[in-house]
């Protein structure tokens, strides 16, 4: 019987596309349900896809800031999270919520 060979999956070798990460992101903000590290992984996740050194250059952070800060093992300043989204090329906005 030949043996099945297993890989971790990636998101970020995922996500190609501006609408891509967007997408995702959207999809984690909702699924976080007020849990910042989520949020903060999910950035993590699409920062490496667009490549860590880039966005922290156009973020003016370091990289081993951004990746501690992007881990989702804390939660970032929400001045690290619009400085992320920016340098990301993705914008924040609200719209109001669904009242049940």
Not at 15 to 23: G, S, V
Request: hydrophobic share 40%.
């Amino acid at each position: 019987m030949a043996k099945t060979v297993t890989t971790r999956y990636d998101v970020a070798e995922h996500l190609r596309t501006p609408e891509e990460m967007a997408a995702y992101l959207e999809a984690s903000i909702e699924e976080a349900r007020g849990d910042a590290s989520v949020v903060a992984k999910a950035l993590g996740n699409i920062t490496r896809a667009k490549g860590m050194s880039q966005v922290a250059r156009e973020a003016g952070l370091s990289r081993e800031s951004l990746y501690k800060a992007l881990s989702g093992e804390r939660s970032p300043s929400f001045d690290t999270i619009l400085k992320v989204i920016g340098a990301l090329g993705l914008r924040l906005h609200a719209e109001p919520a669904l009242k049940s």
